[in-house]
């Protein structure tokens, strides 16, 4: 979406395209996918912004970030002039900061068509925290802001009627296909059986990564823990794991590790 922007003229005149996600390790790793497709290096063209790290430039034109961030700015520039279009990407996680950047968009948005249609004009019935923002963004040719709510699991409508009865876009989505295989009954410790399920692919399937989900961090370092200790009695000619976990509180290089692809003759958890 953010490259059909680019290539229909929204980066005329220097303003950038902004996309918001909800979390670091996604602002992250889909910047660096588009950065990819788009032929050129991070940080050029197309960047991104989380907290404690910044790879954009001045050229940078499609710029990923999370929603906190995107809050940050808007202390700094009422009317975030600078961005032409901003996307909000899974709109339907309903963060605390979500909830107020979609609130403070709506307001900018209509600050900055009265701002273009009017040339910084107060209307008759101004509301005061638009006035004060347009009287202090005078003299600064702003146009309207273009904004886009994505999601794949949203009640559109009431999005839509948020913002004035906006239009909604359905876009087909892929599924690739999937094999759902069931335990014949409900499983006591389910922390063991994943366990159990992990080695079992390990052992009797051909290459590929497993992705395991568990409920929280807790888990997940109990799960890691068990695992390293029953890898280490397995034949020396099996293949080696390589675990790599992954959670919110995890610092983001590490939470890299899960993205990387495992090294030669070993498989990822």
Request: charged letters at 25%; proline letters at 5%; aromatic letters at 8%.
């Amino acid at each position: 979406m953010p490259q059909f922007l680019y290539d229909g003229g929204f980066c005329q005149d220097g303003k950038v395209i902004g996309i918001t996600q909800p979390r670091r390790v996604a602002a992250v790793t889909v910047a660096k996918r588009v950065a990819e497709e788009c032929n050129d290096q991070l940080g050029r063209k197309v960047g991104y912004s989380i907290r404690f790290d910044d790879s954009t430039s001045n050229a940078t034109r499609i710029k990923y970030m999370t929603d906190g961030l995107l809050l940050r700015e808007a202390l700094l520039d009422p009317l975030l002039s600078k961005y032409s279009v901003i996307v909000v990407d899974e709109a339907h996680e309903r963060t605390v900061h979500t909830d107020v950047l979609l609130g403070l968009l709506k307001k900018v948005q209509h600050s900055r068509c009265l701002h273009a249609n009017k040339n910084g004009k107060i209307s008759d019935r101004p509301d005061h925290s638009q006035s004060s923002t347009l009287k202090a963004c005078q003299g600064i040719k702003i146009a309207p802001l273009k904004l886009i709510i994505m999601s794949a699991s949203l009640d559109a409508k009431c999005f839509s009627d948020y913002f004035g009865g906006a239009k909604a876009v359905h876009i087909q989505g892929r599924q690739y296909p999937v094999d759902t295989l069931y335990t014949y009954q409900p499983e006591s410790d389910y922390l063991d059986a994943t366990l159990v399920t992990i080695f079992q692919i390990h052992l009797e399937e051909g290459p590929g990564d497993i992705l395991a989900f568990l409920t929280g961090q807790e888990e997940i370092e109990s799960l890691e823990r068990l695992i390293q200790e029953r890898a280490r009695q397995l034949p020396a000619d099996s293949s080696k794991i390589w675990i790599t976990p992954i959670y919110s509180s995890l610092p983001s290089e590490q939470q890299m590790n899960a993205f990387k692809p495992a090294p030669s003759g070993a498989r990822k958890v």
